[in-house]
Nanobody, 116 residues
Framework: QVQLVESGGGLVQPGGSLRLSCAAS????????MGWYRQAPGKERELVATINKFGITANADAVKDRFTISRDNTKNTVYLQMSGLKPEDTAVYYC??????????WGQGTQVTVSS
């Protein structure tokens, strides 16, 4: 059974930093594309960043140059380093694994709140 567990969220002041982690079990992430998504209250879930099995990354324009996605296949974990946080980054952040046939597994999410 595939499980994705996010951690690292919390309350941070504008301009601050956080690092989110997504630990996978029941599957080796090394073969798959991984992604971070977020959903703010009253809004649809949106893509934040992805990293494929070759380590090639892509960021949404809203977080470009502020967020960095990375993976450590030896730890079966994906990270999202967030800096220069803004109030509009407040959301629940979700980790996603997409398998070879396009099926997606999601984590339960971790809350990030940016506020002074």
């Amino acid at each position: 059974q595939v499980q994705l567990v996010e951690s690292g969220g919390g309350l941070v002041q504008p301009g601050g930093s956080l690092r989110l982690s997504c630990a996978a079990s029941g599957i080796s992430i090394s073969r798959y594309k991984m992604g971070w998504y977020r959903q703010a209250p009253g809004k649809e879930r949106e893509l934040v960043a992805t990293i494929n099995k070759f380590g090639i990354t892509a960021n949404a324009d809203a977080v470009k140059d502020r967020f960095t996605i990375s993976r450590d296949n030896t730890k079966n974990t994906v990270y999202l380093q967030m800096s220069g946080l803004k109030p509009e980054d407040t959301a629940v952040y979700y980790c996603k694994l997409t398998n070879d046939v396009g099926y997606a597994n999601w984590g339960q999410g971790t809350q990030v709140t940016v506020s002074s």
